[in-house]
């Protein structure tokens, strides 16, 4: 009983914070961004490098939607930014390709302390919570941006598991292992497969 009592409340906290929410979610994605440059450039590792650009670049995108959300704009405005925002997104998982790839080519951090390492759990839990909660308290009658940005959100976790299996590997192993190398590329080509799923739903009505 008091499982669902939290959960009533933690819905209605979030329908009355839900611009607080988007804002907080931008602002824990920014520094996600800053971590792993930071862990790149300690570390010497190109991949954490390549995914703080691309949540960077994430985030600007995130960004603009969550800006245009609180605008009044027009249907034939909403309609214009969504579609840009879409293009954007192509570019973005263009981009992905190249941290996949490096990834793939074992290019990541040899080594990896337990402290970035929880770092990064946290972030992967924190943020599929908040996802999922979006995706539940969907409403039919939002706006298509308020769906093209949950879209978005789920894209975020999508990644952020691939960067969290990256961490496992660091963690677990520091050889060159066979079958960790093929479970990581099945794993990059379904999180890529994912998104481009997720890409392929956005429509414009």
Excluded: C
């Amino acid at each position: 009983m008091k499982i669902k009592e939290y959960y009533r409340k933690l819905k209605t906290s979030f329908e009355e914070n839900r611009k607080k929410v988007y804002i907080g979610s931008l602002i824990f994605t920014l520094l996600f961004s800053v971590f792993n440059m930071i862990l790149g450039i300690v570390k010497h590792s190109i991949w954490h490098k390549t995914i703080s650009v691309y949540y960077f670049i994430l985030v600007i995108i995130k960004g603009i939607l969550v800006l245009y959300i609180y605008k009044n704009n027009s249907k034939e405005k909403e309609v214009k930014v969504y579609k840009l925002i879409k293009i954007l997104l192509v570019l973005l998982n263009l981009f992905l390709i190249i941290p996949i790839t490096l990834l793939i080519m074992d290019k990541r951090l040899v080594e990896m302390t337990l402290i970035p390492s929880i770092a990064i759990a946290l972030y992967v839990t924190i943020k599929t919570s908040v996802s999922i909660l979006q995706f539940v308290k969907r409403r039919n009658g939002d706006k298509i941006l308020f769906k093209q940005l949950r879209t978005i959100n789920l894209m975020d976790v999508t990644v952020s598991i691939l960067t969290l299996t990256s961490t496992l590997i660091s963690v677990n192993t520091t050889e060159f292992d066979i079958g960790l190398y093929y479970l990581t590329i099945a794993i990059s080509i379904v999180e890529f497969g994912v998104n481009i799923f997720l890409l392929a739903r956005l429509k414009d009505r």
